[in-house]
């Protein structure tokens, strides 16, 4: 009898346990910029074979890459990874921004504002804000997910403490 009682219970327990949440907001801001991330590390990889292409090899050898591509998910990684609360979205953002919906005018807005802070507080910017920057004054990023993308990791720089 003590069994079933306890059986009972625990299947009663099972019935009532939470679904599992879905993504957190930094899931979502990871998986919506990853192909800009990785993007970035191309850029960033195509520049420095372009300057030297044996001594890219040579880094990617040095740094234990398995080719350029493993450079490359890594630099993504990187970014995603330290930028991830300036890059987490609510779910209803996700589908706002996967809808098209950002606002070009307002996201380099905040961009030029980021980078005249910075400029006034003598800030230098990590080298893949650096390539970041130069992708959309290039015009290769002239908006969308990769102008919102930059905007938001030049503002997370503003308040993180300098190397």
Wanted: glycine residues 8%.
């Amino acid at each position: 009898m003590r069994i079933v009682s306890l059986l009972g219970g625990l299947l009663t327990l099972a019935a009532c346990a939470p679904e599992a949440a879905g993504p957190t907001p930094n899931q979502r801001g990871a998986a919506l910029f990853a192909p800009v991330a990785t993007a970035l590390g191309s850029s960033i990889a195509l520049d420095l074979k372009t300057r030297n292409p044996s001594g890219f090899q040579d880094y990617i050898q040095q740094n234990g890459f398995k080719d350029e591509a493993g450079f490359i998910q890594n630099v993504a990684t990187e970014v995603l990874s330290r930028y991830g609360d300036a890059l987490s979205v609510s779910a209803a953002m996700e589908a706002e921004l996967k809808a098209g919906k950002w606002d070009d005018a307002w996201n380099r807005k905040k961009m030029d504002k980021a980078l005249a802070a910075l400029s006034a507080k003598k800030m230098s910017l990590p080298q893949a804000c650096q390539y970041a920057v130069k992708n959309v004054q290039s015009d290769a990023w002239k908006g969308g997910l990769p102008l919102e993308f930059v905007a938001r990791m030049l503002e997370a720089q503003l308040t993180m403490p300098a190397h």
